[in-house]
Protein backbone atom coordinates (compact mmCIF):
# COMPACT_ATOMS: atom_id res chain seq x y z
CA UNK A 1 0.00 0.00 0.00
CA UNK A 2 1.39 3.24 -0.77
CA UNK A 3 2.32 6.00 1.75
CA UNK A 4 3.27 9.25 1.53
CA UNK A 5 4.91 10.94 4.54
CA UNK A 6 4.92 15.27 4.89
CA UNK A 7 8.27 16.07 6.76
CA UNK A 8 9.91 19.54 7.49
CA UNK A 9 9.55 22.68 10.14
CA UNK A 10 6.17 23.43 11.43
CA UNK A 11 6.92 27.14 11.93
CA UNK A 12 8.82 29.59 9.47
CA UNK A 13 9.56 33.06 10.17
CA UNK A 14 8.11 35.67 7.75
CA UNK A 15 10.42 36.37 4.59
CA UNK A 16 12.05 33.00 5.46
CA UNK A 17 12.05 30.09 3.25
CA UNK A 18 9.06 26.71 3.99
CA UNK A 19 10.81 23.69 3.13
CA UNK A 20 8.82 20.16 3.26
CA UNK A 21 9.78 16.59 1.67
CA UNK A 22 7.40 14.09 0.80
CA UNK A 23 8.96 10.25 1.70
CA UNK A 24 7.23 7.87 -0.49
CA UNK A 25 7.18 4.33 0.73
CA UNK A 26 5.38 1.10 -0.94
CA UNK A 27 6.08 3.01 -4.59
CA UNK A 28 8.38 4.41 -6.65
CA UNK A 29 8.75 8.21 -7.54
CA UNK A 30 10.23 7.09 -10.44
CA UNK A 31 6.98 5.51 -11.84
CA UNK A 32 5.93 6.69 -15.62
CA UNK A 33 2.32 6.87 -14.27
CA UNK A 34 2.48 9.65 -11.92
CA UNK A 35 3.26 12.94 -10.96
CA UNK A 36 3.74 13.73 -7.61
CA UNK A 37 2.52 16.96 -6.07
CA UNK A 38 1.70 19.24 -3.35
CA UNK A 39 -1.89 21.02 -1.87
CA UNK A 40 -2.14 23.33 0.85
CA UNK A 41 -5.26 24.29 2.86
CA UNK A 42 -4.72 27.37 4.53
CA UNK A 43 -7.15 27.24 8.39
CA UNK A 44 -10.76 27.19 7.42
CA UNK A 45 -10.31 27.36 3.70
CA UNK A 46 -10.30 25.24 0.64
CA UNK A 47 -7.84 23.06 -0.98
CA UNK A 48 -5.14 25.30 -3.13
CA UNK A 49 -3.08 22.72 -5.59
CA UNK A 50 0.35 24.03 -5.24
CA UNK A 51 2.47 22.05 -7.98
CA UNK A 52 3.32 18.70 -9.49
CA UNK A 53 6.60 16.81 -10.63
CA UNK A 54 7.08 13.92 -12.81
CA UNK A 55 10.40 11.62 -12.58
CA UNK A 56 11.90 13.17 -15.47
CA UNK A 57 12.06 16.55 -13.51
CA UNK A 58 9.70 18.41 -15.68
CA UNK A 59 7.44 20.26 -13.01
CA UNK A 60 4.25 22.64 -13.35
CA UNK A 61 3.01 24.96 -10.84
CA UNK A 62 0.00 27.22 -9.70
CA UNK A 63 0.68 30.39 -11.78
CA UNK A 64 0.02 32.39 -8.64
CA UNK A 65 2.55 31.14 -6.86
CA UNK A 66 5.44 29.97 -9.61
CA UNK A 67 7.92 32.70 -8.87
CA UNK A 68 8.27 31.77 -5.19
CA UNK A 69 7.86 27.66 -5.73
CA UNK A 70 10.48 25.10 -6.65
CA UNK A 71 9.21 21.31 -6.49
CA UNK A 72 12.60 18.81 -6.91
CA UNK A 73 12.14 14.95 -6.81
CA UNK A 74 14.88 12.75 -5.75
CA UNK A 75 14.77 9.17 -7.09
CA UNK A 76 17.50 8.00 -5.02
CA UNK A 77 15.88 8.33 -1.95
CA UNK A 78 12.05 7.78 -3.06
CA UNK A 79 10.96 11.34 -1.95
CA UNK A 80 10.29 14.95 -3.34
CA UNK A 81 10.27 18.67 -1.85
CA UNK A 82 8.62 21.75 -1.84
CA UNK A 83 9.79 25.31 -1.38
CA UNK A 84 8.28 28.12 -1.20
CA UNK A 85 10.68 31.66 -0.82
CA UNK A 86 9.67 34.78 1.00
CA UNK A 87 6.66 33.82 3.13
CA UNK A 88 3.88 35.36 4.80
CA UNK A 89 1.13 34.78 6.96
CA UNK A 90 -0.82 34.30 3.64
CA UNK A 91 0.98 31.08 3.33
CA UNK A 92 -0.05 29.50 6.73
CA UNK A 93 -1.28 26.34 5.81
CA UNK A 94 -1.64 22.64 6.08
CA UNK A 95 0.48 21.49 3.04
CA UNK A 96 -0.34 17.40 1.49
CA UNK A 97 1.65 15.43 -0.16
CA UNK A 98 -0.13 13.65 -3.07
CA UNK A 99 0.30 11.88 -6.08
CA UNK A 100 -1.20 12.43 -8.78
CA UNK A 101 -1.91 9.75 -12.02
CA UNK A 102 -0.98 11.38 -15.41
CA UNK A 103 -3.76 10.19 -17.23
CA UNK A 104 -6.76 10.93 -15.48
CA UNK A 105 -6.18 13.85 -13.34
CA UNK A 106 -6.87 11.96 -10.08
CA UNK A 107 -5.03 12.54 -6.96
CA UNK A 108 -5.64 9.04 -5.67
CA UNK A 109 -3.06 9.39 -2.86
CA UNK A 110 -2.50 11.68 -0.14
CA UNK A 111 -0.07 12.36 3.07
CA UNK A 112 -1.53 13.15 6.44
CA UNK A 113 -0.76 16.55 5.93
CA UNK A 114 1.25 18.91 7.95
CA UNK A 115 0.45 22.19 9.84
CA UNK A 116 2.92 24.85 8.46
CA UNK A 117 2.60 28.20 10.61
CA UNK A 118 4.17 31.38 9.30
CA UNK A 119 4.94 33.13 12.51
CA UNK A 120 7.76 35.42 14.24
CA UNK B 1 -12.16 32.84 -6.42
CA UNK B 2 -11.52 29.62 -7.50
CA UNK B 3 -11.40 28.64 -11.03
CA UNK B 4 -14.17 25.91 -10.26
CA UNK B 5 -16.94 27.24 -8.58
CA UNK B 6 -19.14 24.91 -5.85
CA UNK B 7 -22.09 26.14 -3.78
CA UNK B 8 -20.42 26.66 -0.12
CA UNK B 9 -23.14 24.35 1.78
CA UNK B 10 -26.09 21.74 1.10
CA UNK B 11 -27.86 20.20 3.37
CA UNK B 12 -30.59 17.27 3.60
CA UNK B 13 -32.25 14.79 5.69
CA UNK B 14 -30.91 11.22 6.71
CA UNK B 15 -31.95 8.79 4.18
CA UNK B 16 -32.30 11.51 1.38
CA UNK B 17 -30.20 12.60 -1.79
CA UNK B 18 -28.23 15.45 -2.08
CA UNK B 19 -26.52 16.78 -5.75
CA UNK B 20 -23.27 19.13 -5.40
CA UNK B 21 -22.56 20.66 -8.37
CA UNK B 22 -18.78 22.00 -9.97
CA UNK B 23 -18.96 24.88 -12.68
CA UNK B 24 -15.87 25.33 -15.20
CA UNK B 25 -15.55 26.01 -18.39
CA UNK B 26 -14.04 24.80 -21.62
CA UNK B 27 -10.38 24.87 -20.41
CA UNK B 28 -11.62 22.51 -17.51
CA UNK B 29 -14.12 20.90 -17.17
CA UNK B 30 -15.67 21.03 -20.79
CA UNK B 31 -12.38 18.85 -22.13
CA UNK B 32 -10.93 17.34 -18.95
CA UNK B 33 -11.69 14.72 -16.92
CA UNK B 34 -13.17 15.73 -13.56
CA UNK B 35 -12.49 14.18 -9.87
CA UNK B 36 -14.24 14.37 -6.42
CA UNK B 37 -12.92 14.35 -2.89
CA UNK B 38 -13.98 13.77 0.57
CA UNK B 39 -12.64 15.72 3.36
CA UNK B 40 -14.05 14.49 7.03
CA UNK B 41 -13.15 16.82 9.50
CA UNK B 42 -9.74 16.94 10.08
CA UNK B 43 -8.27 14.47 7.71
CA UNK B 44 -6.72 14.52 4.24
CA UNK B 45 -8.76 14.56 1.15
CA UNK B 46 -9.75 11.40 -0.27
CA UNK B 47 -10.50 10.83 -4.01
CA UNK B 48 -14.31 9.54 -4.09
CA UNK B 49 -15.20 9.65 -7.88
CA UNK B 50 -12.46 9.74 -10.84
CA UNK B 51 -12.89 10.22 -14.99
CA UNK B 52 -15.85 12.29 -14.15
CA UNK B 53 -18.18 8.90 -13.20
CA UNK B 54 -15.88 6.41 -11.37
CA UNK B 55 -15.68 4.94 -8.03
CA UNK B 56 -12.42 3.58 -6.67
CA UNK B 57 -12.72 0.34 -4.90
CA UNK B 58 -14.10 0.27 -1.48
CA UNK B 59 -16.27 3.75 -2.59
CA UNK B 60 -20.13 2.74 -1.64
CA UNK B 61 -22.45 3.04 -4.82
CA UNK B 62 -24.59 5.90 -3.50
CA UNK B 63 -21.78 7.88 -4.32
CA UNK B 64 -21.85 8.86 -8.21
CA UNK B 65 -20.34 11.39 -10.80
CA UNK B 66 -21.40 13.23 -13.88
CA UNK B 67 -20.71 15.56 -16.49
CA UNK B 68 -22.18 17.51 -18.92
CA UNK B 69 -20.06 20.49 -20.60
CA UNK B 70 -19.02 22.58 -18.62
CA UNK B 71 -20.18 21.43 -15.20
CA UNK B 72 -20.49 18.66 -13.42
CA UNK B 73 -22.21 16.96 -10.70
CA UNK B 74 -21.84 14.86 -7.48
CA UNK B 75 -24.93 13.31 -6.28
CA UNK B 76 -25.01 11.30 -3.02
CA UNK B 77 -28.14 9.04 -2.27
CA UNK B 78 -28.81 7.70 1.04
CA UNK B 79 -27.53 10.06 2.69
CA UNK B 80 -25.88 9.25 6.70
CA UNK B 81 -25.11 11.59 9.06
CA UNK B 82 -21.22 10.19 8.28
CA UNK B 83 -21.46 11.25 4.93
CA UNK B 84 -20.89 15.22 6.56
CA UNK B 85 -17.86 16.68 5.64
CA UNK B 86 -16.43 19.12 2.76
CA UNK B 87 -16.43 18.12 -0.90
CA UNK B 88 -14.31 19.04 -3.48
CA UNK B 89 -14.20 18.84 -7.39
CA UNK B 90 -10.76 19.17 -9.07
CA UNK B 91 -9.72 18.65 -12.76
CA UNK B 92 -6.50 19.74 -15.24
CA UNK B 93 -7.29 23.41 -17.00
CA UNK B 94 -5.91 23.35 -20.13
CA UNK B 95 -4.80 27.02 -20.69
CA UNK B 96 -3.67 27.50 -17.43
CA UNK B 97 -1.97 23.95 -17.46
CA UNK B 98 -2.24 23.44 -13.59
CA UNK B 99 -4.65 21.38 -11.28
CA UNK B 100 -7.47 23.00 -10.78
CA UNK B 101 -10.22 22.97 -7.15
CA UNK B 102 -13.74 23.54 -6.81
CA UNK B 103 -13.99 26.34 -3.38
CA UNK B 104 -15.79 23.55 -1.98
CA UNK B 105 -19.00 22.36 -0.34
CA UNK B 106 -19.76 21.73 3.17
CA UNK B 107 -22.47 18.88 3.42
CA UNK B 108 -24.59 18.89 6.48
CA UNK B 109 -27.17 16.04 7.07
CA UNK B 110 -30.17 17.38 9.21
Known amino acids: QLQLQESGPGLVKPSETLSLTCTVS??????????WGWIRQPPGKGLEWIGNIYYSGSAHYNPSLKSRVTISVDTSKNEFSLKVTSVTAADTAVYYC????????????WGQGTLVTVSS | QSVLTQPPSVSAAPGQKVTISCSGS????????VSWYQQLPGTAPKLLIY???KRPSGIPDRFSGSKSGTSATLGITGLQTGDEADYYCGTWDTSLSADVFGGGTTLTVL
Open chain 2, 51 to 53: ENN
Open chain 1, 98 to 109: ARRVLSSSKVDY
Open chain 2, 26 to 33: SSNIGNNY
Open chain 1, 26 to 35: GGSVSSSSYY
